[in-house]
């Protein structure tokens, strides 16, 4: 048994593919929740923590091409994160079931590279409402879950509103060409 042969690809399919992508990406198109940073955000000093919400920003400034460092030397900017703040508050009582709300918050500063503010310090916020069940197990994977959820909701919001950020002239870039 011998199979068909397929033709490739002709050569006005790959052209017209090109053009296409050309054509997409000339328009500013850009995938959902992705940030585009401003060019002089990089290199940033980012303040290390351990934590989902740490994790996410750090993902999302690389892959907007923010050069991150673990350092403060040689870095032209410095973005100061709070840890992340969880509040759990019972709103109501019943035998069946107790319901809750979830609360998150975090605060983030931009600062130059003398560790001046150039943005005010700015705290975000988000909520969730859950219903827990009688199983302590199940109670606990949920509030992880939700917490998991708000602290990447959260790095979006802080990456968002970087690369909205209007950025003074850069002090490095000015003092550097008036050097011999």
């Not at 892959?63 to 040689?74: S, Y």
């Not at 019972?90 to 035998?95: A, C, G, H, L, M």
């Not at 150039?118 to 219903?131: D, E, F, G, H, P």
Request: hydrophobic share 35%.
């Amino acid at each position: 048994m011998t199979l068909p042969k397929t033709k490739p690809l002709s050569s006005f399919r790959w052209l017209g593919a090109a053009i296409l992508a050309i054509l997409i990406s000339g328009c500013g198109f850009q995938l959902r929740e992705t940030a585009g940073f401003p060019v002089a955000l990089s290199p940033l000093y980012l303040s290390e923590q351990s934590s989902v919400f740490y994790n996410t920003l750090a993902t999302q400034l690389a892959q907007g091409d923010v050069a991150l460092l673990k350092d403060k030397e040689g870095a032209r900017w410095q973005l100061w994160l709070s840890e992340v703040r969880h509040q759990r508050r019972q709103i109501t009582f019943n035998s069946d079931a107790n319901s809750y709300d979830l609360y998150a918050e975090v605060s983030f500063q931009l600062l130059n590279a003398e560790g001046k503010p150039v943005t005010s310090q700015r705290t975000l916020k988000t909520s969730r409402s859950y219903t827990s069940s009688d199983s302590l197990y199940s109670e606990a994977s949920d509030l992880a879950s939700l917490r998991f959820e708000m602290e990447r909701y959260l790095a979006q919001r802080v990456a968002r509103q970087l690369s909205h950020t209007d950025l003074p002239a850069d002090q490095h870039a000015a003092g550097d060409s008036q050097q011999p």
